[in-house]
């Protein structure tokens, strides 16, 4: 992965196979360069096994083949720069991920497109979950919500492409200055 | 957020078009775009865009743009699947968002196959 909006994209799709209604993704940059990505969802969760070995290139729930690289890669670039990466879940509950990085660090990747990270989740799934996006920088912040468009759209499916050229395009604007020049 | 009011207008401008749309579910043309670890790593999500792009710049109605997970053959992708109505699937391998023009141009609009794009041409 080339930078960390692939990530996030490739592991919110655990959140959408986990059945979620909702998912949040929160990216929070501090004054001191520590980034926090949270990922969070209201999907079926995991047993305390299978937590205790979600990390491991060797898990995975699929039954094709044996490994599963989209976690461990992730908590791989985030050790690299001196960050983390946990995982809290009750199943029946949901789960949350939470991956620092220090993006003062030379192995940090950068951010990346973010716009085209939520609007690839939102087109590819229109229904559901619903997709809640929150970003915090010393320099502002910004919040989306897919249940607000959903509301003003009354009715139209949100994978029309006039849509997502435009969910693309209005987070574009909102995200930029919040970490341009910083991390993407 | 903001600009809620522009989307309330891009609404205006689709809902004729939808309801046109549902009288003719059998003839949309599907697009299937392998999103798992490998093909995001392999660069499907720029190809997803394009594809949305390319579509609504040419305002393509009958063509729905969709994804899926691994099938295990990782060193083709980004895979994209064309499915046209009434005709065999057509899967290209080492997609780009160049490559997405033509595919869009040549075989959803026209018809006709790029076959040096498709996994037979790549596996021989």
Known sequence: MRDLSLHILDLMQNSIRAQAKAVSLSVLLKDDGMLSVIIEDD??????????????????????????????????????????LSIESTPGVGTKLTATLDTSSIDCLPLGDLPGTVTTLVTMNPDKPEFILHCRSPKGEMHFDTREIREALAGVPLNEPEIAAWMQESLREEIEPIFGGVIL | MKSLAELQAIREKTLNRINLRKEDEAEATRVVIGMATCGIAAGARPVMLAFMDEISKRGLNHVTVSQTGCIGMCRLEPMVDVILPGQEKVTYVHMTPEKVGRVVAEHIVNGRPVEEYTIGAAEK
């Open chain 1, 43 to 84: 999907g079926c969760g995991m047993s305390e096994e299978l937590l205790s070995r979600v990390t491991s290139p060797f898990a995975t729930t699929r039954t094709t083949r044996k490994v599963g690289l989209g976690i461990p890669m992730m908590a791989e670039n985030c050790r690299l720069t001196g960050g983390d």
